[in-house]
């Protein structure tokens, strides 16, 4: 595995970042790859497990309370093989909570999914894509449009309801993806949701390992596929995910505007990129 740090991250528009890794640069061979039976089975697992997903998530979007998905999470991460490991008090989130987190893999909103019930804040092109726009709405995904600046407000207020609702709401701050081994700054918008609503704000630290030692073979970066990175994780023994969740931030009462949730995120991101190793860019963006 090379261990050279990625670049810095650069910009598409001022809302979404193009982060700097790439599967060339970042991604090494697996320390001890699985043999071919076992890496089929794991393929065909994740089909079942997607496919019977699909007629739960129907159901879900006709009662919106009723959310499997955290069963449902755990299940898929199981037939991939990884084990999750996870740090920190669960009771802690409390209802209401905005999670933040760094964002390494397609995996990471099922991680989250799979250590706490919630809703995950989605792209929305997501919503429209086969069979996974399904699961990803039956999980009450928040979507959001990364290409319209001027919808933003909208989605800010959305996460707030659902925070005022009592939900705990999942987000990656960063708007991008990197390979683990560093990540970038928090963007502050959606840390307004916390702020408006009056929740708390509990930082979480993702990393994936092989056995005891750091591993990429789960990112999702650059140019990289979903069917790429399925079939390098499905080829990789011994994958654990670890997930530290952190104290939780509690907005100053009556604080709001820029300054606040920029403050509010620095503070955030902070802490996650504390239990993140490499390269790390200050906070910047709306």
Known sequence: MSAVLPPPATRLNPWRPLGPCTPATCVGDPAVAVGPVRRLARLLGVVAVVLGGV???????????????????QLLLRVLGIRLEVRGALDACGTGALVVANHISWLDPLVVAA?????????????????IGTLVAGAG???????????????????????????????FPEGTTWCGRGMGGFRPAVFQAAIDAGAVVRPATLRYREGPRPSTRACFVGDDSLLASLLRVAATRDLVVEVTLLPPVTPRPGSGGPSARAELAAIAESRVRAGVPGRHLPGEGV
């Open 115 to 131: 250590t706490v019930p919630s809703r995950p804040l989605a792209k929305r092109e997501v919503a429209g894509w086969p069979v």
């Open 141 to 171: 995904a928040l979507f959001i449009d990364r290409e319209r600046l001027m919808a933003l407000p909208g989605a800010v207020a959305a996460v707030a309801e659902a925070l005022r609702a009592g939900d705990t709401v999942v987000a």
């Open 55 to 73: 007629p739960v998530a129907l159901a879900c979007r006709m009662l919106p309370r009723v959310r499997p998905t955290r069963l449902w999470a």
